[in-house]
């Protein structure tokens, strides 16, 4: 009997999943809101019971499951799957392997949920089969799995991969989340982006974003590439800054990992190729030659789908 893998990819306020055959088909996918009450102690067991309705809506039994992968937010062991902090989720110090395990009788394998992404891409999406792959997320933060020969660099306690706070050689920097300033996240993001251009607003008054930000009340980075598209002075500054930093962040980690793929995703990604020529730009001026030569930028396709597909490949390789 040919069995189906589970991919989870636990966020904020939904958990996606989806059943997906062996050899990368989905078979199902659907989502449950993330219940973050009390802790998020009730969500294993929403998961579980959502698993056990949907395999026997589909006309199968629970035997038709492999194992399952799932990632999450946050400062995970992998080993363990111990979850330290997931601020969004409410889990501290959380056995999210041990209590999944106890509710679906499966094996289960976590990541945090950037790798899962990354994973993700490198079997069906835009990572096209390389196994040297450097995935950017550019969202509401700035996240990073780099995968190695295949697997994902975990590091010594699983923080490998947290390019979001490569922090700048230019002195002082926007504040981050983090506790330091100035780390990448703070002007790559979309957050990032839209402030960028929002603080350049006093600067440049012929700006078509004035009239963007007395309509909405706030700038967005889609607002500041639609403007960049249209040859924009503000906008031009914001992205060529925020390609500047990127560009020589991902120079620097390729000069260290050597990538087959460099693969951006995240929302900011939708902006295509008016981000991804200013960063290729920025970034041959950072890279070795060679380094530069044998990697190929792409913007990931897999969308919000790359997180239960990532999921899903740790489950199959877990069960090998
Ligand atoms: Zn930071």
């Not at 999943?17 to 809101?33: L, Q, R, Y």
């Not at 589909?58 to 111990?82: V, W």
């Not at 969202?139 to 295949?150: A, E, L, P, Y």
Request: proline share 2%.
């Amino acid at each position: 009997m040919e069995k189906w893998l589970v991919g989870i990819d636990v966020g904020g306020t939904t958990i996606k999943m989806a059943f997906i055959t062996t050899a990368g088909e989905i078979v199902s996918k659907w989502e449950i809101p993330t219940n973050t009450e009390d802790g998020g102690k009730y969500i294993t067991k929403e998961i579980g019971q959502s698993l056990a309705e949907k395999v026997s809506e589909l006309g199968e039994s629970k035997e038709k499951l492999q194992g399952i992968g799932i990632g999450a937010p946050g400062f995970i062991n992998m080993e363990t799957g111990f979850i330290y902090h997931a601020v969004n989720i409410g889990w501290r110090d959380f056995p999210l392997k041990d209590s999944l395990e106890e509710e679906t009788g499966l094996s289960v394998i976590v990541d945090n949920d950037a790798n899962i992404a990354a994973l993700g891409e490198m079997w069906l999406g835009a990572g096209d089969g390389a196994n040297d792959l450097l995935c950017v997320t550019l969202g509401t933060g700035v996240g990073g799995g780099i995968v190695s020969n295949g697997n994902i660099v975990q590091g010594v306690n699983g923080m490998a991969g947290e390019i979001g706070h490569l922090t700048s050689v230019v002195e002082g920097g926007y504040q981050c989340n983090c506790g330091k300033t100035g780390c990448l996240e703070t002007v790559a993001s979309a957050t990032g982006i839209a402030r960028l251009a929002t603080d350049g607003l006093s600067t440049y008054s012929d700006s078509s974003l004035h009239q963007v930000m007395e309509q909405d009340g706030k700038l967005t980075s889609k607002a500041v590439f639609d403007a960049y598209a249209a040859g924009d002075s503000l906008a031009k500054q914001a992205v060529e800054t925020t390609c500047f930093h990127l560009g020589f962040a991902i120079g620097n980690l390729a000069n260290a990992i050597n990538p087959a793929k460099i693969v951006i995703g995240g929302g900011v990604s939708k902006a295509g190729n008016l981000l991804l020529e200013p960063l290729k730009k920025e970034f041959i001026k950072y890279a070795l030659p060679r380094v530069a030569e044998g990697a190929d930028f792409a913007i990931a396709t897999l969308g919000n789908d790359a997180g239960v597909i990532g999921g899903a490949w740790l489950a199959k390789e877990n069960s090998r």
